[in-house]
């Protein structure tokens, strides 16, 4: 076994394996789902009225027939929780805007996912 196999860094979840049980890292998350804010300061960095999004953070987002199976960290013989491998985003205004940023938005994720248990019938 290669000592890359037995130290191997999951960067897409943000957790270091050492071969014993890795913890990944709660702030990150292989797939979001959701709008993004970003702010551009172009022009006058003290002046908010000439920035812009670069997304579009108040759009509502819906993914479907999405599977995601099969994500573990290193050595590990279970999969990692769902809600640590996808992240259903909820845009928030920034009360604190133009101080700091980005300015935020009102959009939200949805996952709309197939639930045999449930239905027996893909939505």
Known sequence: MSSLSKRCLLSMLGALCTGAVAQPNMDYALLAIGPKAQTYQHGKPEDP????????PDLDC???????SGVRTCDSQSDLPIE?????IE??????YPKTMPKGGTGKGSWVRWNTAVSGQQP
């Not at 009225?49 to 579009?56: D, G, N, P, T, V």
């Not at 819906?62 to 995601?68: A, E, G, P």
């Not at 640590?84 to 259903?88: I, K, N």
């Open 62 to 68: 819906t993914v479907r027939n999405l599977t995601i």
């Open 91 to 96: 845009q928030k205004r920034n009360p604190d």
């Open 84 to 88: 640590c491998v996808v992240q259903v």
């Open 49 to 56: 009225a000439q920035w812009s999004e670069i997304f579009s």
